[in-house]
């Protein structure tokens, strides 16, 4: 079992940054895709942001993200934290969710909330205009 645990939620002001990390714990989970997920209220969860190592180390991976998050996202590894954080800047409103970890042990970087296997309990992230 892996278990999930995000943090650094909370309130900002459009435009305004803030950082999420989702520590894991419990068996091996290097090899892994780590993804970020969001739900809005009354809608669905949808994908964020995910990465991949390509060798057990971390000390290379791929990333990829949502058109609606790419170029005010980063998703990233923290190899002495053993967290995957996700820095959000320039927000907006309608980025307003609850954000989810989770964890994925497929061969390849997939985007699809039915292939990943282990979830965090979700953080909220409220954005004021």
């Known amino acids: 079992q892996v278990q999930l645990v995000e943090s650094g939620g909370g309130l900002v002001q459009a435009g305004g940054s803030l950082t999420l990390s989702c520590a894991a714990s419990?068996?091996?989970?290097?090899?892994?895709?780590m993804g970020w997920f969001r739900q809005a209220p009354g809608k669905e969860r949808e994908f964020v942001a995910a990465?991949?190592?390509?060798?057990?180390?971390?000390?290379?991976?791929?990333?990829y993200y949502a058109d609606s998050v790419k170029g005010r996202f980063t998703i990233s590894r923290d190899n002495a934290k053993i967290t995957v954080d996700l820095q959000m800047n320039s927000l907006k409103p309608e980025d307003t969710a609850v954000y989810y970890c989770a964890a994925d042990r497929g061969a390849s970087l997939r985007t699809s909330i039915q292939e990943y296997d282990y979830w965090g309990q979700g953080i909220q992230v409220t954005v004021s205009s």
């Open positions: 990465i991949k190592p390509i060798n057990w180390s971390w000390s290379g991976y791929t990333t």
């Open positions: 419990g068996r091996t989970f290097n090899s892994y895709t």
